[in-house]
């Protein structure tokens, strides 16, 4: 099983920057695609970023040329630096990781963080 401790949210003020954290850990053999989500209350969960294991990265609509995602593939560690934050931007982040739980297996499983919050406000 995976699991996914989130860090660095919090209030910040509009233009503001934030970075947030995600560290995976527990028995797993590989883990391929991890990436961040967000989710107002009455709202789907929506892809902020998510990047691949070969660093191939995607990015939702909303935050193209602000946000940027990374990872260490050494640390299982991925981060989200968002930049020049809106309250629009204002949610709950939750970290995907999809993980191979052992080697030579076909299936990826889904693991998803407790979440954190980000305001944007004055």
């Known amino acids: 099983q995976v699991q996914l401790v989130e860090s660095g949210g919090g209030l910040v003020q509009p233009g503001g920057s934030l970075r947030l954290s995600c560290a995976a850990s527990?028995?797993?053999?590989?883990?391929?695609?991890m990436g961040w989500y967000r989710q107002a209350p009455g709202k789907e969960r929506e892809l902020v970023a998510s990047?691949?294991?070969?660093?191939?990265?995607n990015y939702g609509g909303s935050v193209k040329g602000r946000f940027v995602i990374s990872r260490d593939n050494a640390k299982n560690t991925v981060y989200l630096q968002m930049n020049s934050l809106k309250p629009e931007d204002t949610d709950v982040y939750y970290c995907?990781?999809?993980?191979?739980?052992?080697?030579?297996?076909?299936?990826?499983?889904?693991?998803w963080g407790q979440g954190t919050q980000v305001t944007v406000s004055s």
């Open positions: 527990g028995s797993f053999f590989s883990i391929n695609t």
């Open positions: 995907n990781a999809k993980a191979r739980l052992r080697v030579g297996s076909p299936f990826l499983n889904d693991y």
């Open positions: 990047i691949t294991s070969g660093s191939s990265t």
